[in-house]
C-alpha cells in the first residue's frame, strides 16, 4: 500500500557547547541529558546507556540524567531551546520527528544542534500471555473482526508505535483511522501495565523495552518489524516473514541547545564518536540489541529534514495528521 512505501529510516542526535573549554578530548564536565518524558521508556534507556558509557570511559565527568515529561516531548524540546547551560542535552529520535509535526510545535529540531545519530532499533507486537492470541495472523484476524474494541497501546500519539500500527492496520485492509490507540508518555512501563491488565490487547514497543517481560512469559511476542530478528527474542519472526511486507525501525539520539559555536559542536561529535567507538558502547548495543546507525556533522543536519519530510508523508496518509 502506499502508506507502507512511504517507510521511515533511523537515526540519533547530540550538542552541547563550551565542552572545549578544557581542551580536545578532555572530558566534558557536568553534562546533563534531559529525558522529554517520564522515566522507564526508550529514551529514558537510551540517556542511561550513554551516561553509564561516558562516565565509565571518562569521556564526561558528573553526568546526570534527568527527566521533563509533557506534551509527547514537545514540553522538553521547549525547555531546551530556552536553555542557557550549553551543557544540556536532549535525548530525542524519530519520536519526536512526528510529534513536532503532529502538533505542530512553534519549536522544531531546526531550533537545536544536531550532532549524531547513535542507534536504531527493531520494534515488536505483543500480546498479554493469556491472550487468545497465539500467533500474528490469529491477531491480524481479530484485529480486523473488531478493530475499534481491539486497543493498542504504545507511545505518544503519533509516535513510531501508532505509526506501525498504523501502516500494519492499512497493509491488512483496516482504515488506519480506526485503530484503538491507548497511548502513555512514559513508553514500556506504562504500556506494560495496560497490557497485564487487560486495558489493551496488543502492544508495540522497541524490542528491548518488553524482552524481558517476553522472557519471563508476562507478554507473547507475535512479530519484530525490522529487516532481521531480534537476537533478543530469536524466535519471533519479522513481520515480512509472515506476509506483511513492512521493515519499520525507530532510531533515538540526542540534540543540544540553540546556536553551539562550531569548536563546541565539533568537541561533541568528537565526545560521541570516542563514544561510539569504545567498547563499552558497543557491548551496549549487542546487550540492547541495538543497531550502530552513527552519523554526524552535516550529514545528520540533512537527515533530519528528510526524515520530518518522510514523516509528514506517512503521517498524513494513514491519517495521523
Same mark, same amino acid.
Request: glycine fraction near 12%; hydrophobic fraction near 45%.
Given at each position: 500500500?502506499?502508506a507502507?512505501?512511504?517507510?521511515?529510516?533511523?537515526?540519533?542526535?547530540?550538542?552541547?557547547?563550551?565542552?572545549?573549554?578544557?581542551?580536545?578530548?578532555?572530558?566534558?564536565?557536568q553534562?546533563?541529558?534531559?529525558?522529554?518524558?517520564?522515566?522507564?521508556?526508550?529514551?529514558h534507556?537510551?540517556?542511561?546507556?550513554?551516561r553509564?558509557?561516558?562516565?565509565r570511559d571518562?569521556?564526561?565527568?558528573g553526568?546526570?540524567?534527568f527527566?521533563?515529561?509533557?506534551?509527547?516531548?514537545?514540553?522538553?524540546?521547549?525547555?531546551?531551546? $530556552? @536553555?542557557?547551560?550549553? !551543557?544540556? =542535552?536532549m535525548?530525542?529520535? &524519530?519520536?519526536?520527528?512526528?510529534? #513536532?509535526?503532529?502538533s505542530?510545535?512553534?519549536?522544531?529540531?531546526k531550533?537545536?544542534t544536531?550532532?549524531?545519530?547513535?542507534t536504531?532499533?527493531?520494534?515488536?507486537l505483543?500480546?498479554?500471555a493469556?491472550?487468545p492470541?497465539?500467533?500474528?495472523q490469529?491477531?491480524?484476524?481479530?484485529?480486523k473482526?473488531?478493530?475499534?474494541g481491539?486497543?493498542?497501546?504504545?507511545?505518544?500519539?503519533?509516535?513510531?508505535?501508532?505509526?506501525?500500527?498504523?501502516?500494519?492496520?492499512d497493509e491488512?485492509?483496516?482504515?488506519?483511522?480506526?485503530?484503538?490507540?491507548?497511548?502513555?508518555q512514559g513508553?514500556? $512501563? @506504562?504500556s506494560?501495565? !495496560?497490557? =497485564?491488565?487487560?486495558?489493551a &490487547?496488543?502492544?508495540?514497543?522497541? #524490542?528491548?523495552?518488553?524482552a524481558?517481560q517476553v522472557?519471563?512469559?508476562?507478554?507473547?511476542?507475535?512479530?519484530v518489524?525490522?529487516?532481521?530478528?531480534?537476537k533478543?527474542?530469536?524466535?519471533?519472526?519479522t513481520?515480512?516473514?509472515?506476509?506483511?511486507?513492512?521493515?519499520y525501525?525507530?532510531?533515538r539520539?540526542?540534540?543540544?541547545?540553540?546556536?553551539?559555536a562550531?569548536?563546541?559542536?565539533?568537541?561533541?561529535?568528537?565526545?560521541?564518536?570516542?563514544?561510539?567507538?569504545?567498547?563499552?558502547?558497543?557491548?551496549?548495543?549487542?546487550?540492547?540489541?541495538?543497531?550502530?546507525?552513527f552519523?554526524?556533522?552535516?550529514?545528520?543536519?540533512?537527515?533530519?529534514?528528510?526524515e520530518?519530510?518522510?514523516?509528514?508523508?506517512v503521517?498524513?496518509?494513514?491519517?495521523?495528521?
Amino acid at each position: 500500500m502506499a502508506a507502507s512505501a512511504a517507510l521511515l529510516a533511523a537515526g540519533l542526535i547530540a550538542g552541547c557547547g563550551g565542552a572545549g573549554a578544557a581542551g580536545p578530548g578532555a572530558p566534558v564536565e557536568q553534562l546533563r541529558l534531559m529525558v522529554p518524558a517520564k522515566a522507564g521508556g526508550g529514551w529514558h534507556q537510551t540517556a542511561e546507556a550513554v551516561r553509564n558509557v561516558l562516565q565509565r570511559d571518562n569521556l564526561a565527568t558528573g553526568t546526570e540524567v534527568f527527566n521533563v515529561a509533557g506534551a509527547n516531548g514537545i514540553t522538553g524540546l521547549n525547555q531546551l531551546t $530556552g @536553555e542557557r547551560n550549553d !551543557k544540556v =542535552l536532549m535525548v530525542m529520535g &524519530k519520536v519526536m520527528v512526528a510529534s #513536532v509535526i503532529n502538533s505542530k510545535s512553534a519549536k522544531t529540531l531546526k531550533h537545536t544542534t544536531p550532532l549524531a545519530r547513535l542507534t536504531s532499533e527493531s520494534m515488536a507486537l505483543v500480546v498479554p500471555a493469556k491472550s487468545p492470541y497465539t500467533n500474528l495472523q490469529e491477531f491480524l484476524t481479530g484485529w480486523k473482526q473488531d478493530s475499534k474494541g481491539t486497543v493498542v497501546t504504545g507511545g505518544v500519539v503519533a509516535d513510531v508505535d501508532h505509526i506501525l500500527a498504523g501502516l500494519v492496520a492499512d497493509e491488512v485492509g483496516i482504515d488506519p483511522k480506526m485503530v484503538n490507540f491507548l497511548p502513555n508518555q512514559g513508553g514500556g $512501563g @506504562e504500556s506494560v501495565a !495496560k497490557l =497485564l491488565s487487560g486495558e489493551a &490487547k496488543a502492544g508495540i514497543p522497541g #524490542v528491548s523495552e518488553y524482552a524481558e517481560q517476553v522472557k519471563a512469559g508476562n507478554l507473547r511476542a507475535l512479530a519484530v518489524s525490522g529487516e532481521r530478528r531480534s537476537k533478543l527474542l530469536p524466535d519471533v519472526k519479522t513481520l515480512k516473514e509472515q506476509g506483511v511486507p513492512i521493515a519499520y525501525v525507530n532510531w533515538r539520539g540526542i540534540v543540544g541547545t540553540p546556536d553551539l559555536a562550531d569548536g563546541s559542536r565539533q568537541d561533541l561529535v568528537a565526545m560521541l564518536t570516542r563514544l561510539k567507538d569504545s567498547s563499552g558502547w558497543q557491548q551496549m548495543l549487542r546487550d540492547k540489541d541495538w543497531e550502530d546507525a552513527f552519523l554526524a556533522g552535516p550529514e545528520f543536519d540533512t537527515y533530519i529534514e528528510a526524515e520530518s519530510a518522510a514523516a509528514k508523508k506517512v503521517l498524513t496518509e494513514i491519517g495521523l495528521v
